[in-house]
């Protein structure tokens, strides 16, 4: 059975960071993995990726200040995040792309609160 399950998240004070975690487990092989977030009544964004090679790719909004890395040989990818501002607050997802497939996996969200 696939799971991504994510770790990380919470309450932290503007200017502060935070280090999220996503470990995938089951049986396939990981191409692409990334995370995305979504705020209430908003769609779900995209914030950054990276490739099983380490090219790595940010949105604009979180460019020099979160940094995506992954560990292959645990199968889990991570999100630094630095500078962190209010419009930060969401729920963050992290996914995983089935090599050579179209299939997507998710996990199921960790909440991540910027207070001013």
């Known amino acids: 059975q696939v799971q991504l399950v994510e770790s990380g998240g919470g309450l932290v004070q503007a200017g502060g960071s935070l280090r999220l975690s996503c470990a995938a487990s089951g049986s396939f092989s990981i191409n692409d993995m990334g995370w995305y977030h979504q705020a209430p009544g908003k769609q779900r964004e995209y914030v950054a990726s990276?490739?099983?090679?380490?090219?790595?790719n940010y949105a604009e909004s979180v460019t020099g200040r979160f940094t995506i890395s992954r560990d292959n040989a645990k199968r889990t990818v991570y999100l630094q995040m630095n500078s962190l501002q209010p419009e930060d607050t969401s729920v963050y997802y992290c996914?995983?792309?089935?090599?050579?497939?179209?299939?997507?996996?998710w996990g199921r969200g960790t909440q991540v609160t910027v207070s001013s």
């Open positions: 990276i490739t099983s090679g380490g090219s790595t």
């Open positions: 996914y995983a792309d089935r090599i050579a497939s179209f299939v997507r996996y």
